[in-house]
C-alpha cells in the first residue's frame, strides 16, 4: 500500500508541476495563451480543486501559491488574465484573496 501511496503523491506532484510549466512557459500555438491563462488562474484564484491536488501532493496550498508568485513575471501575467477575462482593470491580488 505504500507503493500505491508514493505513486499517487507523485502524479498529483506532477499535476501542479504541469500547471506552473503551462503557466510560465511561453508557447506559441491556437490554444497557447488560452492555456496559460487558465493554469495562472487555478494556481492563484480560490478553486474547490486546487487545495485537494495540493493535500494528495502533500504540499500546502498557500507556500505553492507564495512559490509560485515570486516565479518573475508571474505577476503580470496573472493581471493580464484578470483583465482579459473582465475586459477591465485588473482586481487587486488582495482582494482574491492571494495575499492576506
Given amino acids: ?9 507523485q502524479l498529483w506532484c506532477a499535476v501542479l508541476g504541469q500547471a506552473i510549466t503551462d503557466a ?5 500555438g491556437k ?9 495562472i488562474q487555478w494556481l492563484l484564484t480560490d478553486t ?15 507556500a505553492v501559491r507564495e512559490r509560485f508568485m ?3 513575471g508571474v505577476v503580470e501575467k496573472f493581471q493580464g488574465t484578470q483583465r482579459d477575462r473582465r475586459g477591465s ?12
Fill in 1 to 9: 500500500m505504500q507503493n500505491d501511496e508514493k505513486h499517487d503523491r
Fill in 24 to 28: 510560465t512557459t511561453t508557447r506559441t
Fill in 31 to 39: 490554444d497557447a495563451q488560452r492555456d496559460q491563462h487558465a493554469a
Fill in 48 to 62: 474547490i480543486d486546487f487545495p485537494i491536488v495540493c493535500t494528495l501532493a502533500g504540499v500546502d496550498p498557500e
Fill in 70 to 72: 515570486r516565479i518573475p
Fill in 89 to 100: 482593470t485588473t482586481q487587486d491580488l488582495t482582494e482574491l484573496g492571494v495575499f492576506s
